[in-house]
């Protein structure tokens, strides 16, 4: 195999909007930022854009490395690169971080004009639909019209979905993996414990934390415990930990005794140290209210009828989070509407996660996807 | 049908054992108190009893009523009793509130003699096999050398199972619905998060929280709501529950919007009302512990070669807390000691839950097992 190729650094940008978001919840979103990230080259015909949607703890850093430091690798650099799945000698790549993240886009924690103060609790609720509009302005900015393709996994999956519905003409393919058309009460409750977590740490102060200089950092470290249980799946958990005990024996006390606690503790640890608490019950309400066929009497085939794009869904057999059965959910509804559909179900042992992990089969189907589409746009490699 | 027979009131009784308990963890349990109640009559032959192991939120008080009030309905109550499946006009039942629990026995509130304090988190961590040795010494108390039957669900059958091997001899059936040989990694996992949740409630003060008459209730709700979802099947949530609002529209905030939200919450509260965390952390450290399987290098045929009852399992279809194949892995590991097994797969779509519910196929298959054990010891309706 030839060795991996190397991305030039990203440069991430912030880019400014002056006009006000109306946002779903009927609230409006004054002057926002948003970082932006891009890689590869817009072609002359600026045909070979390809947004990429984040999930929960992600940004627009979706690839390559800042400084030459692998530490700093972005979220899907396995995904997105030269000579990657979605190649970036052939595609021109858009990385956005989201409205009310806390990756340096406008956020809770950002400062609201109108009274010179975080905005923290007072950030309003964003939903899906929102971001796919704030989406649409940063190409609006880089002067795309349509985009070659929109793609995500997870909770961006549901914003790559949103965007063939609700800027169809601006989408030529969608590819979505590990998602669902909307949270089943499991998954809603899921997101409410760790909500009920993060609100009652005392350091939370309904949202204000900022301003008393502290934050909740053992309510989002549980939170986070939470999630990660939910990413993974029941085998892989067995097969990666086990009944395994740290010290080789129990210490009849409430420390750690068996691996899976430490490895679940110090993920909890890692994550409220970089992320924020505020935006992570921002995004978890998102996924919760993420459900386009709630407007159409539970037809999701009605609420993807203005969808012209055509489609790669890709699902992971052990994914009991966003389970093969809730990506088929979505592939029905396609067909239903005679849309083209590829359908994925890949068999990996690693759950929900598996959408950002290697796995052979999956990076395979969707390389052949990006090939087509290469194809089909007449774009060969720039090298 | 005939209308359903009440039991008399049943009367707890508080039982103290001046002998010290050695533990499991090396520690010894000084003087304690167990609280006790029975129902129906032992018979002269003293053969008919049959112990009732209790699950993680459960007690001593199995069935019947307390002075005719519905509400103070025992937590088996559908199992156990005159016509009940485990018909108490034939057999003398027997409910045992374990140590370390908080409905009368001896635990974390309780004062230590030694001390004249709360024993708090000086409470020792004690095991499935300690609750066994435990209840053990009832039955010297009662003058009950042999079980007719121990029995118990989840945690519960963890204690019958263990009764098999420990106390060989004093079994004649075991019947265990619900249960699993040992936690897998991701059940640990979700106990570990429960604890942590408690753990980092500043009302917790490292378990001694009682001398500064506060409760760590915001923990513990948190604890119980993750407990909760995992009672529960994904189908039992989406039919009950699914994506129903509360009041039929999205709120944009952060409050209850969803029916599960609600449900949760109040689930969370109630328990946290009347349940002890130390017992709470105690209890899941006992279920984490629980692998006789671990003793004899993950040979489970091997630890349950001393048991030389009957048994009967029982599991749910949907129950993904201890899924029917860890009922399996009991059944096969006892088939390979030749022990006489029966086994019956519960097609219900109440979770773990359903060990107990009002499933008809799970209590006939009780019904018809306790009726066969009636038969064999020659005792008929004590009416």
Redesign the interface.
Known sequence: MAPPLEAPEPRPERMHFDTPLPL????VMPAYELMVETYGRLNAERSNAVLICHALNASHHVAGCYGGDDKTRGWWDNMVGPGRPVDTRRFFVIGINNLGSCFGSTGPMSIDPASGKSWGSRF??VTVEDWVDSQARVLDRLGIDRLAAVMGGSLGGMQALSWTTRHAQRVAHCVAAATAP?????N???N??A???I????DFHQGNYYEHGVVPR??L??AR??GH?TY?S?DA??S????SLRSGE?T???DV??Q??SY??HQ?EKFSGYFDANTY?LLT?AL??F?PA?EHDGNLAAALAPATARFLLASFTTDWRFSPERSREIVRALLANRREVSYAEIDSPHGHDAFLMDEPHYHDVVRAYFGRIADELGIGEAA
């Open positions: 779903r919840s009927g609230a309003p609720v909307s949270l089943s009460a499991q809603i409750a899921f409410e414990v909500r009920r977590a609100a009652s740490d005392p053992q309510g470290s549980v415990m939470i249980i993974l029941d958990m067995a990666k930990f086990g009944r129990l009849y006390g409430f005794d068996f899976i606690e679940l503790r909890g019950l309400r919760d209210y459900d709630g």
